[in-house]
């Protein structure tokens, strides 16, 4: 069962505010607390007339934060707009994560670095959007922390810069796409139990040319799997040795069981949601749930 502040015994809510402003035209001033300094910087307008900009959370030596899922021990972000005016929508675009040791279990999250993109949708593209948010998120190296941050940032056409636009885009490079045909994959997602253990059975399409690559930079298949709220599924890497020394196709297949702990049985969930990471390439898809 998923163990959100497992060995957070003792909280240490350490915040503060740095007096120097961001390097980018427009940034908030950096926000630093215990193992960390966060701000938001502005991308500018795009050409379908919605905002770009981005969380940007820097992390000290050795310590790390946390993707939508965070795994066992790990803290959810969350990121509230409410207060916010000429704010139709937003849409946060999330980096491929890595999996870590965390404590006595794993989590998935970041190292270093996050800039965490989102996509500004204005009511009128004729006036700015003040954008607020309050941010609530986590932090850990030997301790973990659980951290806060509120930013104001008004959004207009000329609040931008290049340098700031392009950290964006390479975030943006980061997000997980859509499965391309022959390309990677997730074709069968299947509830099972075995000993009276839950699990879901997954096969992933995985293209000759990307096990080759897999092979070399000597990296794993990362499966994270997502469902309801009271679902959690253990995060799972599958070993590029066990995708098979040949494949009689432009792609093999590879079959994995990923654990999964839910409070209660009830109605089941028409389709969960499944990301691959597989170094560089990574997938993000829904995909029907069979039993």
Not at 31 to 48: A, D, H, S, T, W
Not at 119 to 144: M, N, R
Not at 175 to 187: E, K, M, N, T
């Amino acid at each position: 069962m998923m163990r959100f502040f497992a060995f957070f015994a003792v909280f240490f809510l350490i915040s503060g505010f740095a007096q120097a402003a961001g390097s980018f035209q427009g940034a908030t001033p950096w926000q630093e607390g215990y193992g960390y300094k966060v701000r938001i910087i502005p991308g500018g307008l795009k050409p379908n007339g919605h905002f770009s900009a981005a969380l940007d959370i820097k992390l000290d030596d050795g310590w790390k934060t946390y993707w939508r899922v965070p795994g066992e021990n790990g803290i959810p972000p969350a990121l509230h707009f409410e207060k916010s005016r000429n704010l139709e929508d937003i849409v946060i675009h999330w980096p491929k994560p890595v999996l870590f040791k965390d404590g006595d279990g794993q989590s998935i999250g970041y190292k270093e670095r996050l800039v965490l993109p989102f996509e500004v949708k204005p009511y009128s593209s004729k006036t700015p959007v003040h954008l607020v948010i309050d941010t609530f998120f986590g932090v850990c190296a030997e301790i973990c922390v659980p951290a806060d941050a509120s930013f104001a940032l008004e959004l207009r056409a000329d609040n931008t810069d290049p340098k700031a636009a392009i950290l964006i885009e390479e975030a943006m490079q980061e997000v997980p796409g859509a499965p391309a045909p022959q390309g990677l994959d997730v074709q069968v997602v299947k509830l099972v139990s075995h000993g009276g253990d839950d699990f879901v059975s997954i096969d992933v399409q995985v293209p000759a040319n990307l096990k080759s690559k897999l092979e070399t930079a000597h990296n794993d298949l990362l499966v994270i799997l997502e469902g309801p709220k009271d679902w959690y599924f253990t995060p799972l890497k599958i070993s590029v040795a066990a995708l098979g020394e040949t494949f009689d196709r432009p792609f093999g297949m590879v079959s994995a069981m990923v654990p999964l702990h839910r409070e209660r049985i009830g109605v089941l969930p028409a389709h969960l949601r499944a990301t691959i990471v597989a170094g560089d390439d990574a997938i993000d898809t829904m995909v029907p749930l069979t039993h």
